[in-house]
């Protein structure tokens, strides 16, 4: 029988345990997938930790890559044989799965089920960022949290591409390093620099149009002070905890302000959406504009050593549990 990383309660990262699991034949509009690999994401300690509730037992991991075995009735977009990939629909974590078939996208040649797992959720969600959120343009000046990060790095890439300056925020002096050979032209260690400070003097104190937070509670009121009036704050993610809330007012203070609290899900939730947001990446990464490097690699029984690696901030980049 195939085996998948289950979770019967919330908590840290020894819940995650390795099972025989029942997979079952695709239903109306399912295809079996026999995984290759599955991604690590941030979200899934959400999930574990019962920050982002789930009903119990289940298994977590929303993304990964393999070759579909079987389809059920009424599947039309891929065949047995077919190698695809997915950013989504829990249960990732897993050697064999079942999954809608409109949730999957076939893979190019050129990118590996391997890439593949290491990049869709992060790049949609670049894609969704810079290209749907706050639509970033050549000239333009934005900052970026964790820059370091499985998100971060695709980001920095992906605005360096279309011509923007990228200010970064990392934890690290290795991670500015790395963040700066992704593109990010100003990586700020704000574990000892004053990252407010630091982009108005990068700005010479014209702040920014857009700052993109996924670190949540130790950052969010700071990237408040980073914008220009009526700049937009966009708060994706809470790696250090969900922020405080804020009276609206707040944002009036501090420069009629806007703010978002994207989730991709919400971005792709269309079949054409999911195509459009993954044609992009897939042409991102193809043409080498975009370099996707798998940076960590833990055997899909080994999830929560990977788990507790992520939390610790000990990753870089994209992070993927082999099969
Ligand atoms: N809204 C959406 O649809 C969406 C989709 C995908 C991801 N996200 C969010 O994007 C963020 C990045 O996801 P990812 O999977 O690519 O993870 P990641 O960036 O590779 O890892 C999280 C990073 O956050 C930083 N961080 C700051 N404070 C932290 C703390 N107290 N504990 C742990 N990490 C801390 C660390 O970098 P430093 O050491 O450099 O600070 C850490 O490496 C997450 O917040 C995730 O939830 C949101």
Not at 120 to 141: I, N, W
Request: proline content about 5%; overall charge neutral; charged content about 20%.
């Amino acid at each position: 029988m195939p085996h998948a990383i289950r979770i019967h309660q919330a908590g840290k990262a020894d819940v995650l345990e390795w099972e025989e699991v029942e997979v079952g034949e695709p239903g109306l509009g399912q295809v079996r997938l026999r995984q290759e690999a599955a991604g690590l994401n941030f979200i899934d300690v959400y999930h574990r930790s019962g920050l982002y509730k789930q009903k119990m037992p289940f298994t977590p991991g929303v993304e990964g890559a393999g070759v579909v075995e079987t389809v059920g009735a009424d599947v039309v977009n891929v065949k047995p044989g077919d190698r695809v990939a997915y950013a989504g629909p829990i249960g990732g974590y897993a050697e064999q799965r079942l999954i809608d078939a409109d949730r999957v996208v076939k893979l190019p040649d050129g990118i590996s089920a391997e890439q593949a797992a290491g990049m869709m959720l992060q790049g949609m969600t670049a894609q969704m960022l810079l290209r749907s959120v706050f639509p970033v343009h050549e000239g333009d000046t934005i900052l970026v949290h964790a820059a370091a990060g499985g998100v971060g790095l695709i980001m920095c890439q992906w605005a360096a591409a279309i011509g923007a300056t990228v200010i970064g925020t990392v934890g690290t002096q290795a991670k500015a390093e790395l963040a700066r050979a992704h593109g990010c032209a100003h990586p700020i260690v704000y574990s000892r620099q004053n990252f407010v400070a630091e982009v108005s003097k990068i700005t010479a104190g014209q702040k920014l149009p857009v700052v993109y937070d996924s670190v949540g509670r130790d950052t969010f009121l700071k990237s408040l002070d980073c914008l220009k009036v009526r700049g937009l704050m966009v708060s994706f993610g809470n790696a250090s905890g969900p922020p405080e809330p804020i009276p609206p007012n707040l944002l009036a203070q501090k420069g009629s302000l806007y703010l978002t609290r994207p989730t991709l899900f919400h971005y792709i939730a269309t079949r054409e959406q999911l195509e459009q947001s993954a044609g992009e990446l897939f042409e991102m990464v193809s043409t080498g504009k975009i370099k996707v490097e798998v940076k960590q690699r833990f055997a899909l029984k080994d999830a929560a050593e990977a788990h507790r690696q992520l939390e610790a901030r000990k990753t870089t980049g994209s992070t993927i549990l082999t099969i």
